[in-house]
């Protein structure tokens, strides 16, 4: 399958999922739409592109629009990304998935085995294990944003070069702008590593201390990989998005009592 190809078929699965979320219209300006013909090598680039017809403003979201189309590009690019090594080995690209306007945005290390498979972050075991403290900090995974700091597999799921987070830190960087979250979760060292380019992170010692990305409050803790490895670990990890939640001015939920 050629670059384009997988851009497009990234794209119409991105279009899909915002169409579940009930966004159906995307404004898609001349500009934008040349400058991702640029970048995916479209075929007969010398051919001008049609101006595409107005869309309707969405009501009540005016900005929401704007970001669909901005991330829509970003998953584009990322499909047809070939800036290290990863790329060689990969099924499907992982650029993220969530809420245009989340209050907590979730990055982990780089997909595994099912999530190259779907195409979609933490799908596998480690991830219904996040799907769990999501909805037990009274959220759905439909009202945050999850992503990861490399949006490809690495080989055997071993950990990230760091070449190869630096070459991938770019489109986490301008996703991370768009979607504007009022709170980070770096869920492990790996994260944390690829956001502040701090090697020497040990996340047993600094999880649950505030830490600050580019403005946007930080809270590193344990990535749910560990935790099904370690399950007493969970209890840290509660204590952690406990401080979330009152950061965020949120209730803390009840524990459900287990039948």
Same mark, same amino acid.
């Given at each position: 399958?050629?670059?384009?190809?997988?851009?497009?078929? /990234?794209?119409?699965?991105?279009? %899909?999922?915002?169409?579940?979320? +009930?966004? #159906?219209?995307?404004?898609?300006? *001349?500009?934008?739409?040349?400058?991702? @013909?640029?970048?995916?090598?479209? *075929?007969?680039?010398?051919?001008?592109?049609?101006?595409? #017809?107005?869309?309707? *403003?969405?009501?009540?979201?005016?900005?929401? !629009?704007?970001?669909?189309?901005?991330?829509?590009?970003?998953?584009?690019?990322?499909?047809?990304?070939? &800036?290290?090594?990863?790329?060689?080995?990969?099924? %499907?690209?992982?650029? !993220?998935? =969530?809420?245009?306007?989340?209050?907590?945005?979730?990055? =982990?290390?780089?997909?595994?085995?099912?999530?190259? /498979?779907?195409?979609?972050?933490?799908?596998?075991?480690?991830? @219904?294990?996040?799907?769990?403290?999501?909805?037990?900090?009274?959220?759905?995974?439909?009202?945050?944003?999850?992503?990861?700091?490399? &949006?490809?597999?690495?080989?055997?799921?071993?950990?990230?070069?760091?070449?190869?987070?630096?070459?991938?830190?770019?489109?986490?960087?301008?996703?991370?702008?768009?979607?504007?979250?009022?709170?980070?979760?770096?869920?492990?060292?790996?994260?944390? &590593?690829?956001?502040?380019?701090?090697?020497?992170?040990?996340? #047993?010692?600094?999880?649950?201390?505030?830490?600050?990305?580019? =403005?946007?409050?930080?809270?590193?803790?344990?990535? *749910?990989?560990?935790?099904?490895? +370690?399950?007493?670990? /969970?209890?840290?990890?509660?204590?952690?998005?406990? #401080?979330?939640?009152?950061?965020? =001015?949120?209730?803390?939920?009840?524990?459900?009592?287990?039948?």
């Amino acid at each position: 399958m050629s670059p384009f190809s997988r851009a497009a078929s /990234k794209l119409r699965a991105h279009l %899909n999922y915002l169409k579940e979320e +009930n966004v #159906t219209e995307v404004e898609v300006s *001349p500009h934008n739409l040349a400058a991702l @013909q640029q970048r995916l090598r479209a *075929p007969r680039a010398s051919t001008p592109s049609p101006t595409p #017809t107005a869309a309707a *403003p969405i009501a009540n979201a005016p900005v929401a !629009g704007n970001v669909a189309e901005e991330l829509a590009a970003i998953a584009a690019e990322i499909a047809a990304c070939q &800036k290290c090594r990863l790329c060689e080995s990969r099924t %499907n690209t992982v650029p !993220g998935q =969530g809420n245009l306007q989340p209050e907590i945005m979730f990055i =982990g290390e780089g997909p595994g085995a099912e999530e190259d /498979k779907q195409g979609i972050p933490f799908v596998g075991r480690a991830g @219904q294990l996040l799907t769990q403290i999501i909805e037990a900090m009274g959220f759905t995974r439909e009202q945050v944003f999850i992503g990861n700091v490399v &949006k490809c597999r690495p080989p055997d799921n071993r950990v990230p070069m760091p070449d190869e987070m630096a070459a991938c830190l770019p489109y986490l960087e301008r996703q991370i702008a768009l979607l504007k979250p009022k709170v980070i979760v770096a869920l492990g060292a790996t994260a944390v &590593k690829g956001l502040f380019n701090d090697p020497k992170v040990s996340i #047993t010692k600094i999880r649950g201390q505030w830490m600050s990305y580019q =403005g946007i409050d930080t809270m590193p803790t344990l990535h *749910p990989a560990y935790l099904l490895r +370690n399950p007493p670990a /969970k209890r840290e990890v509660w204590e952690d998005m406990k #401080t979330v939640l009152t950061r965020l =001015g949120r209730p803390i939920p009840a524990p459900k009592k287990r039948s």
